[in-house]
């Protein structure tokens, strides 16, 4: 196999890979003897037509099914052979055969760029604030816990109120027409909890009835009001169906709530509670720390990006979000061509910062250890239910496990970072500011 690598740009390469005549002729003529034996072509008996009336009547299909298969087969081992570890899928530009037989495909390929990873030792960080969890931390959550666990019970002959949990049917109309999109059936909404359509919307049903319908219109003056961007600047019009009223009936937080969780008592209870908050104070330090590293990183490296790997991206954040909606009852497809584009700023900002952290680790010699890798193939195992035997057996070259190992070195090299920052007082870098403005505007009067 020869391969030929050239650059494009600086996000882009082009390869050209020849697989001889040798290794696949024979292939074809494989696919020529096998078609031969299941095929049935007029005036010739089952496996006795010529391979140039079979040629005639399927060769462009066999020629297109080989070449399919050495591409698939080739690909990988051309990639890695000339070390190119590609940031989105590939482009196959063209293939053919040549007059000697052998076959010729290229493939455009996005990387990164080529740059020195800079500003990222010695960085000077904010320490997080001090934060501890509370007493009445603990009882908020507890609290929590309960609604989730509440029963509904039906409100006979009542009307809507706060806190009351109604089922409806939801008709939008927008510019005279129903906006389909945003029709719902059976939605659960928790009056003065839920902020579906409008901040506003759960308060027009108060005082409504089981069986009645409720008629409003409401004003979106900005995209954090609206679902969408049409509606941004106009007033919808609802027709809501109220088809159920429910309030909560809450548990009591006791031993035997404790109980229904699969935890001995109340106590048992509150300490779990205090450690998932804790450990939750703990994440939200490491976001504050996180972002700041972020924010370096991309001051100090400015790089170009791959174009289809930031659009890859857009689509992995949409199908985020739409799971989420999903998760809340929401159906609702993310297609509006200005709120895809406001993905875009987020999704490049990712893909950069993904390519300084992987540069930053080849620079430094960070990779795993023989003990990492294998906590790598255990968290693996975990999430798809299997050994971790298995796991190693079925994934040990698939794209799953490449990115949860790409994922563990960066989680390196961001400790790597913060073992070689400087972390300050908030007081001490306002401080600073303060003096550095100070210092500016002496040099302006003088």
Same mark, same amino acid.
């Given at each position: 196999m020869k391969i030929s690598v050239s650059d494009v740009n600086e996000t882009q390469k082009k390869l050209i890979v020849e697989i001889p005549a040798d290794v696949v002729q024979p292939e074809i003529d494989k696919k020529y003897r096998q078609l031969s034996k299941r095929v049935r072509i007029k005036g010739f008996r089952p496996g006795k037509a010529p391979r140039n009336v079979l040629k005639a009547y399927y060769g462009k299909a066999i020629d297109n099914e080989v070449a399919q298969e050495f591409i698939e087969k080739t690909f990988p081992d051309a990639l890695e052979q000339e070390g190119i570890k590609p940031l989105a899928e590939a482009d196959l530009e063209n293939y053919g055969y040549n007059e000697n037989g052998s076959l010729t495909y290229s493939v455009l390929v996005e990387v990164a760029? *080529?740059?020195? /990873?800079? %500003?990222?030792? %010695? +960085?000077? +960080?904010?320490?997080? /604030?001090?934060?501890?969890?509370?007493?009445?931390? +603990? @009882? =908020?959550?507890?609290?929590?816990?309960?609604? &989730? &666990?509440? =029963?509904?019970? /039906?409100?006979?002959d009542g009307e809507v109120q @706060? %806190?009351?949990?109604?089922?409806i049917d939801v008709t939008p109309y927008i510019d005279g027409r129903v906006d389909e999109k945003y029709v719902q059936e059976d939605l659960l909404l928790e009056i003065g909890k839920d902020k579906l359509y409008h901040p506003e919307f759960g308060k027009q049903l108060l005082g409504a009835k089981v069986g009645d319908t409720v008629h409003f219109k409401l004003k979106y003056l900005s995209s954090e009001e609206a679902p969408n961007e049409d509606w941004v600047g106009k007033e919808v019009e609802f027709y809501v169906d109220i088809k159920n009223i429910a309030r909560k009936e809450l548990?009591?937080? =006791?031993?035997?709530?404790?109980?229904?969780?699969?935890?001995? &008592?109340?106590?048992?209870?509150?300490?779990?509670?205090?450690?998932?908050? *804790?450990? *939750?104070?703990?994440?939200?330090?490491?976001?504050?720390?996180?972002?700041? +590293?972020?924010?370096?990183?991309?001051?100090? =490296?400015d790089i170009p990006v791959p174009e289809k790997a930031v659009l890859q991206e857009m689509e992995s954040e949409i199908k985020d979000i739409e799971m989420q909606l999903l998760r809340q009852g929401i159906d609702h497809k993310i297609e509006d061509p200005k709120i895809r584009e406001s993905f875009k700023p987020g999704a490049e900002l990712s893909v950069k910062l993904r390519i300084i952290i992987d540069k930053i680790a080849e620079k430094e010699n960070i990779t795993l250890s023989p003990q990492e890798e294998e906590e790598v193939f255990s968290n693996l195992a975990q999430v798809l239910r299997v050994s971790t035997e298995e796991a190693k057996e079925r994934f040990e070259k698939s794209s799953l496990l490449d990115k949860m190992k790409a994922n563990k070195i960066r989680e390196k090299v961001y400790e790597f970072i913060e073992e070689h920052a400087k972390f300050v007082d908030a007081s001490e870098v306002e401080d600073s500011s303060q003096e550095t403005a100070n210092n500016e505007k002496g040099e302006e009067d003088n």
């Open positions: 760029p *080529e740059f020195e /990873p800079d %500003g990222y030792k %010695g +960085i000077e +960080i904010r320490k997080p /604030p001090e934060k501890a969890v509370t007493e009445e931390d +603990i @009882e =908020n959550e507890l609290t929590r816990i309960a609604e &989730s &666990s509440a =029963n509904l019970e /039906p409100v006979e @706060e %806190g009351h949990v109604v089922t548990p009591e937080i =006791n031993d035997e709530f404790a109980k229904t969780l699969g935890l001995d &008592s109340l106590e048992k209870l509150r300490e779990e509670v205090r450690k998932r908050l *804790e450990k *939750e104070l703990e994440l939200e330090s490491k976001k504050f720390i996180r972002e700041q +590293i972020d924010s370096h990183l991309l001051k100090s =490296n």
